[in-house]
């Protein structure tokens, strides 16, 4: 008798065979995908945790010669509670927001003098007398002390040899790791891609270079690393060199380090890099120009690295809008823009949804600098972006997953930006869509591209 109560009991919870249950109504969201069957040469000789969409790293860890040098800067420094000016500087970083642009501060002032004059002086059927001036001068300073406690206060960052030191302990590892995932992106999906020369725009510690140099250093010949801050570059420069104050061959070749941008057009490089250095910029006029000077010296790929939040996946939705958007009055390259990574698709970004935005984020783990406050293994949360010269009509168009996967009981959770713009939360199973994909997606993670297919005009199940 207990098999069948228990019978009983699943057909309350999932409902009555043959009816619409939960888990049915789940099934149905899977995207337009179409598993390429069994005996095709779809995966070859690779096993499937090697399968063509992953892009994963396990755990980042920077070169030998950074961390001696990173460590030897911290013991000759006479910082003062550098561990406490590291916690409150990460934190700072990762809660900074863009500055409000002044017509967008004047729209909130306006707004905000309207709902307080309301309430000193309510709306009747006689006309109300007009405020005294000291009533005038009063209601003005409840807005402006309104506004200063309710509006987001960007100050420009001023590095000095201090902070610098500060923001080499707090962000050098974490930026790394970022920048590293981004160039293995490139490396897994264009082999063939063998850059020359590479544009840092705001440089910082100079942790693009050595990521690029780890990617790419045989063929690379000239890294430019630009920042506005002499003290930033001089502490890159001696990272370059070992840590030492004395003059030494840096650790390798080609290095160069300016202040400011090359003015003519028609330098150009195979490789340029913006890493959390957007938000350095004071208005959205400057953004846009940086931008697009960026994209005009881009004669391969334009990697853009954000904070992992919604400002940071903001802004460079910002970025995608104004490459893509083109502007320009001289055309200096007629080769179009596409976007290489994450987004499979030029359309508008669906998780910026104007009711509940939602950050484009992925996280990668990497080996911190062996400080003593420091844990064995952690995790960068960023945003990134990938632009390419030249049309992109050979790329798979496999949707990028979004979020952790969840493997369960023979079936599993993906999470799925696809190539026709739209979220999908795909419920994979071996005997719906294949063993092969399903063994894919089981061994997938956050990040990867899932290798399915979606044939044009074919409809999701269910709608």
């Not at 995908?33 to 090697?50: A, C, W, Y």
């Not at 923001?167 to 264009?190: C, N, P, T, W």
Request: charged letters at 25%.
């Amino acid at each position: 008798m207990a098999a069948p109560a228990a019978a009983r009991r699943v057909r309350r919870f999932w409902g009555p065979r043959g009816g619409s249950s939960p888990l049915r109504a789940f099934a149905t969201i899977v995207p337009r995908v179409s598993q390429v069957d069994n005996s095709s040469d779809f995966l070859g000789n690779v096993p499937h945790r090697r399968h063509p969409g992953v892009l994963h790293l396990r755990s980042v860890r920077l070169p030998a010669e950074l961390v001696k040098a990173a460590q030897l800067l911290v013991e000759q420094s006479t910082v003062h509670g550098l561990k406490d000016q590291v916690v409150a500087l990460t934190n700072y970083l990762w809660s900074r927001k863009r500055p409000l642009e002044a017509n967008e501060l004047q729209r909130r002032g306006q707004q905000l003098e309207q709902q307080l004059r309301e309430k000193v002086q309510p709306r009747t059927a006689d006309s109300s007398s007009p405020l005294t001036d000291a009533e005038e001068e009063k209601l003005q300073r409840r807005v402006l002390n309104r506004l200063r406690k309710t509006t987001y206060h960007w100050e420009a960052l001023r590095y000095t040899d201090e902070l610098s030191l500060v923001y080499m302990a707090a962000r050098l590892d974490g930026g790394f790791a970022a920048v590293s995932r981004a160039f293995h992106e490139i490396q897994k999906r264009v082999p063939d891609f063998a850059p020359r020369t590479l544009l840092d725009f705001g440089s910082g510690t100079g942790s693009v270079s050595w990521a690029a140099h780890g990617a790419w250093g045989q063929t690379l010949r000239e890294y430019l690393c630009v920042d506005s801050s002499s003290p930033m570059l001089a502490l890159a420069e001696r990272l370059l060199q070992g840590g030492s104050e004395s003059s030494q061959a840096p650790l390798f070749p080609g290095v160069y380090f300016r202040q400011f941008l090359p003015v003519s057009p028609k330098v150009k490089f195979d490789l340029v890099v913006s890493a959390f250095s957007l938000n350095e910029l004071p208005s959205l006029a400057e953004r846009r120009e940086t931008i697009r000077t960026l994209w005009r010296k881009t004669d391969g790929f334009l990697v853009l690295v954000e904070n992992g939040t919604k400002e940071g996946h903001q802004m460079l939705m910002e970025a995608r809008e104004i490459v893509l958007g083109g502007g320009d009055k001289v055309v200096h390259d007629p080769r179009e823009a596409h976007i290489f990574a994450p987004c499979p698709h030029h359309l508008p970004c669906p998780r910026l949804n104007p009711e509940r935005p939602l950050p484009c984020n992925y996280l990668q783990a990497y080996q911190p600098l062996p400080f003593r406050w420091n844990p064995v293994l952690k995790e960068e949360l960023f945003s990134f972006l990938i632009l390419r010269r030249g049309p992109g009509a050979s790329e798979e168009p496999w949707p990028r997953i979004t979020q952790a996967v969840l493997s369960r009981a023979r079936h599993v959770h993906c999470h799925l930006c696809c190539a026709d713009g739209s979220l999908q939360h795909a419920v994979i199973t071996a005997r719906r869509h294949g063993r092969d994909l399903y063994r894919c997606a089981r061994l997938s993670h956050w990040g990867d591209r899932l290798p399915v297919t979606m044939p044009p005009g074919e409809a999701v199940p269910g709608e």
